[in-house]
Structure formats: structure tokens, C-alpha cells
T-cell receptor, first 115, second 113 residues
Framework: GESVGLHLPTLSVQEGDNSIINCAYSNSASDYFIWYKQESGKGPQFIIDIRSNMDKRQGQRVTVLLNKTVKHLSLQIAATQPGDSAVYFCAEIPLNSGGYQKVTFGTGTKLQVIP | DGGITQSPKYLFRKEGQNVTLSCEQNLNHDAMYWYRQDPGQGLRLIYYSQIVNDFQKGDIAEGYSVSREKKESFPLTVTSAQKNPTAFYLC????????????FGSGTRLTVV
């Protein structure tokens, strides 16, 4: 299998419980944030995004919270399921002023769901 | 279905060899990217291309080369100058040149033998 998940912080959650995964970002000028899910041996998949003019956004079973004061992003997964087991990481993108905008990716958190 | 395809899924390279990783997209995206993923690290940008026949170095371009002759294709060559090539390589594309709305491929695992 893929070794992406090695050396990452791990969150173990009982099936059915809620999960909270955190991300500290570095650039106060970041304007757009994305959460990705990466299963072993696969490419990252988009989960949810949020712009800096918002502090909360909800999707299906997922919620992203943004605290710009402390440069913190969190992903909440409700009623965690075995299929949620994966590595989750955040990405930050600065304000689009034209041209290529450098995307900075976090290192990720491994979520293990205990059946 | 539209998507981005990387091949092969697993690739083995002998010391001193060049190898080429394929990345094809049928999303009509202008921008394409190559990232390297190592255990415990965030994705690191190798090269990117915002338009056909143009590409730019990313943060870790040394030992790699790319071409962008067609909109759909952005192959990455890992040359013998890359001293530590064992990694998981991800290709991505986006409609917006600013990196919004990435679609990632499924990755190629390169191992030096």
C-alpha cells in the first residue's frame, strides 16, 4: 500500500462519532482554503472549500470552520463511517491577483475509523 | 467521464535511468501541475504549465523536466540527476490558472531499484 500516511498525526474515532481534523495555516493573506481526502494509493479528492470572507461552510456530513484570527481551519465530519478512513489535508491559496497563485498544502492527518 | 489519468500506477527505475510519467486530462483545463508527495510532507510543486507550450519551475524542479505540446498532456521526466526520486507523484489540472479547483490524478509510485 501507499506510504503517504506514515509519520502523520493520527486521529482514531469510533464509527458513528464525529471527527474534528485541524489545520494551522501560515499565510495571513490566504484567501481560499480547501480540504482534501486522500485514500491509500489514490489521488486527493476535493471535500469542501471556504473563502476568507466566511467563517463556516457546510456540506453533506462535513463542515469547515475558519478562524482567521488564529489562522486555523478545521474539518468536522459527522457520524464518521469506515469509508471516511483516509488522510485529510488542507490547502491554502492567496488572494488571486492574476497569474499563478501558489497553493500551499498541509502535511495531513490520518483518520482511522474503528468499527 | 471527464478526468485526469496518470500512468503507470507503479514504476521502477534503475540507477542512472530516465523515466517518463504520463499525465492526460480530458477536462479542457488550461493549467496542469506536477507534485511530489513524500511521507509526512505536504505536496511539493515540481513544475506547472498554465498554457500550451509554456511551463514554469516549481519549488523542487531540479532533476525533472516536462513538456506541454498539447493541452491534454503534461508528461514528467525524472532524470538521472534526481538523486532521490522514490516518491509518489501526482498530476493535477485546473480550469483557473490560479490553482483553484484542482482535479488530481490517481498518482504514480516511482521506486528506484
Amino acid at each position: 500500500g501507499e506510504s503517504v500516511g506514515l509519520h502523520l498525526p493520527t486521529l482514531s474515532v469510533q464509527e458513528g462519532d464525529n471527527s474534528i481534523i485541524n489545520c494551522a495555516y501560515s499565510n495571513s493573506a490566504s484567501d481560499y482554503f480547501i480540504w482534501y481526502k486522500q485514500e491509500s494509493g489514490k489521488g486527493p479528492q476535493f471535500i469542501i472549500d471556504i473563502r476568507s470572507n466566511m467563517d463556516k461552510r457546510q456540506g453533506q456530513r462535513v463542515t469547515v470552520l475558519l478562524n482567521k484570527t488564529v489562522k486555523h481551519l478545521s474539518l468536522q465530519i459527522a457520524a464518521t463511517q469506515p469509508g471516511d478512513s483516509a488522510v485529510y489535508f488542507c490547502a491554502e491559496i492567496p488572494l488571486n491577483s492574476g497569474g499563478y497563485q501558489k497553493v500551499t498544502f498541509g502535511t495531513g492527518t490520518k483518520l482511522q475509523v474503528i468499527p | 467521464d471527464g478526468g485526469i489519468t496518470q500512468s503507470p500506477k507503479y514504476l521502477f527505475r534503475k540507477e542512472g535511468q530516465n523515466v517518463t510519467l504520463s499525465c492526460e486530462q480530458n477536462l479542457n483545463h488550461d493549467a496542469m501541475y506536477w507534485y511530489r508527495q513524500d511521507p509526512g510532507q505536504g505536496l511539493r510543486l515540481i513544475y506547472y504549465s498554465q498554457i500550451v507550450n509554456d511551463f514554469q519551475k516549481g519549488d523542487i524542479a531540479e532533476g525533472y523536466s516536462v513538456s506541454r505540446e498539447k493541452k491534454e498532456s503534461f508528461p514528467l521526466t525524472v532524470t538521472s540527476a534526481q538523486k532521490n526520486p522514490t516518491a509518489f507523484y501526482l498530476c493535477a489540472s485546473s480550469a483557473d490558472r490560479g490553482g483553484y479547483g484542482y482535479t488530481f490524478g490517481s498518482g504514480t509510485r516511482l521506486t528506484v531499484v
